[in-house]
Structure formats: structure tokens, C-alpha cells
């Protein structure tokens, strides 16, 4: 979210150098700066037992491609518990290990997404009605379902590359 005016006063804000920082936004009326912000997101895999992934097609995202299990922070919410509550939100499964891999840019939103893996026992699915489908599928298949430049992408090939020392 990028501030025009002050969000605790209402004034304009100028453009002022403020140290390290470089030139921000800044209220004259509250003598103090304005940092624009990012919202921030989880993104997690979620791999059962047997090393299948789960991934969901969401139709105001795409009508053909899947992605993963997703979803802003709430408020007074940490990380690894709101993965734990979108994996049951979005697929009524129960996260057994949550484990944070690496953080994300989306420039096209303007979020940083927390990546995770989330294991699960395999289970039917319960999906959301924010869900239009979810099917398990192999890692190789995963490989091929998800979009190539995805942050998803990223992040299975960044897991595959740390699953792979172990």
C-alpha cells in the first residue's frame, strides 16, 4: 500500500531524505515517516506420506493452471499458523509439520510470500468454495501442472533442492 496522505493526521505527505532510508514519504503535521507497505502471505506445498502434493485450481486465479495452497497473515496471526488454517480453510487437512523454506517477492502484487511445506497425512479432500478443485499429484507431475515462472514453481524446485542434501 503506497500512502498519499498521512494515515493518523490525513495530510499530504511530502518527500523528504531521511538517513539510510533515502527519500520516503513523510507527514510534516506529525514530524515522522510514512512507510510504504507490503502485505504479506504464506504459500506452502503440501506433501503427503507418500511425497504427493496437493495443488488447487482457483478460478478467479486461473481457469487452467494450479497453484498452491495460499493465503494472507491476519492480523495478530504468525506465519505457521496461518498456514495450518489455510491448509484446513482450503483443503479440510490437517497440517502435521509446518516448515518454513524461503520468502518470496510478487512484484505483480507488490507481497512478499512466506514460502512453506506443510506434510499431511493423504486424505480426501473437503475444499472450500473459494476452491474449485484440488488433486494430489506426483512431484514430477506437480512439476508440469504448475506455471513456470510461479512463485509455486520457486518453491517446489526450492524444496526439491534442500529435500535433495538430506
Known sequence: MKFIHCPYCGEKLDKKSIGDEGVVPYCNNCEMPIFDLMYTCILTLVINEFNEIALIRQEYISKTNYVCVAGHIKPGEDAENTVIREVKEELGLDVVNARYIKSY????????MLGFVSKV?????NISSEVDEAQWFSIDEALVNLKDASIAIKLLKDYLKEYNKE
Open 121 to 125: 497425512k493423504k486424505d480426501s479432500f
Open 105 to 112: 517477492y510478487y512484484e505483480k502484487k507488490d507481497m512478499l
